[in-house]
């Protein structure tokens, strides 16, 4: 198992990472975070490379990342922050909800998504929601709510 940091702790490397959510190649969306207010905030790094596989497809002439993976890589880090929580029981958080999601600009290989959650609540430690922001060099490329349940 991997050693996971003291709640305290700021940054979390990619084997930490793996320790806390379920996803892996081509799905494992957050290489690193930077920041971390435990059951609060995660500050995120996504970075976007050509290797990755959607970039065959998506498009061959001009790569772009799918808005869906954005809001995914989103989802991840406000996975994060839930997962590091107290009395959360064991289970898989998936979607229940996109709401007031916008994109703003196009995210291409070689930048670097800095992903920024925010836990705006938790009910009955199973329905949560986050308000995600992706950057890429400062500027605004994705934000929204996400909401999620815990399937058993």
């Known amino acids: 198992m991997t050693d996971l940091p003291s709640p305290k702790s ?3 490397n990619s084997e930490q990472i793996m320790g806390l959510l379920p996803h892996r190649y081509p799905f494992a969306l ?3 975070v930077i920041e971390h207010e435990q059951g609060k905030k995660a500050v995120a790094i996504k970075n976007v490379t050509l290797n990755e596989p959607q970039f065959q497809g998506h498009f061959p002439e001009r790569p772009l990342m799918p808005g869906v993976l954005i809001v995914e890589a989103m989802a991840q880090v406000g996975g994060l922050i839930v997962s590091q929580m ?3 029981p064991e289970g898989l958080f998936v979607f229940a909800g996109i709401d007031a999601v916008r994109f703003r600009r196009p995210v291409v290989p070689g930048d670097q998504l800095e992903i920024t959650c925010e836990l705006i609540s ?3 430690q199973r329905f949560g929601k986050i308000r995600g922001e992706a950057k890429v060099d400062g ?7 996400l909401l999620f349940s815990l399937v058993n």
């Open 10 to 12: 700021l940054v979390l």
């Open 30 to 32: 957050v290489d690193r």
């Open 139 to 145: 500027q605004l490329v994705c934000s929204g709510e």
């Open 86 to 88: 107290p009395d959360i």
């Open 122 to 124: 938790i009910k009955r």
